[in-house]
């Protein structure tokens, strides 16, 4: 059975509007916050301790209120010495140490010291109280390069 051209050409058209507007390929405004924005305005903090091998692990903490109440994800954003595209990770929100409090939500990586400058966050929020929204915290803004570590 042949399919006529008319039909063929409805079907791919209905296809490629479903596949672009799927919530995945959303547009979301993206901007940057300073370490006394994200305080102050979002609650957010930003840590680091010693993690043996694996070098520094520096995690975001926050409570899911406000802008954060719909937290959808975070991502690990690093760049090479040249400023281009190194890699990226997806976050899961994880406890960081046994006394965390049960409304903190964290999320958390782990790189060589000497890297951190070269990292930052993006934390993305859909359909939160600012609209679709993400914002990139670097990790050079909030953490002291020369000695990151705020916590033993």
């Given at each position: 059975m042949k399919i006529p051209p008319r039909v063929s050409t409805a079907v791919f058209s209905i296809s490629v509007l479903t596949l672009i507007s799927s919530p995945c390929f959303a547009?979301?405004?993206?901007?940057?916050?300073?370490?006394?924005?994200?305080?102050?305005?979002?609650?957010?903090?930003?840590?680091?301790?010693?993690?043996?091998?694996?070098?520094?692990?520096?995690?975001?903490?926050?409570?899911?209120?406000?802008?954060?109440?719909?937290?959808?994800y975070a991502k690990l954003r690093m760049v090479d010495a040249q400023g281009k595209h190194r890699l990226s990770a997806t976050l899961r929100p994880n406890r960081v140490h046994f006394q965390q409090p049960e409304d903190v939500t964290t999320v958390a990586f782990s790189a060589d010291a000497d890297e951190l400058s070269r990292c930052k966050f993006l934390v993305v929020c859909y359909g939160s109280n600012e609209g679709d929204v993400g914002y990139y915290l670097n990790v050079k803004d909030f953490l002291d390069m020369e000695n990151p570590v705020t916590e033993d």
């Amino acid at each position: 059975m042949k399919i006529p051209p008319r039909v063929s050409t409805a079907v791919f058209s209905i296809s490629v509007l479903t596949l672009i507007s799927s919530p995945c390929f959303a547009l979301i405004s993206v901007g940057q916050l300073t370490k006394e924005t994200a305080k102050e305005k979002y609650g957010i903090t930003m840590h680091a301790r010693k993690n043996g091998d694996a070098g520094v692990k520096v995690w975001l903490a926050f409570k899911k209120e406000g802008w954060l109440e719909n937290f959808s994800y975070a991502k690990l954003r690093m760049v090479d010495a040249q400023g281009k595209h190194r890699l990226s990770a997806t976050l899961r929100p994880n406890r960081v140490h046994f006394q965390q409090p049960e409304d903190v939500t964290t999320v958390a990586f782990s790189a060589d010291a000497d890297e951190l400058s070269r990292c930052k966050f993006l934390v993305v929020c859909y359909g939160s109280n600012e609209g679709d929204v993400g914002y990139y915290l670097n990790v050079k803004d909030f953490l002291d390069m020369e000695n990151p570590v705020t916590e033993d």
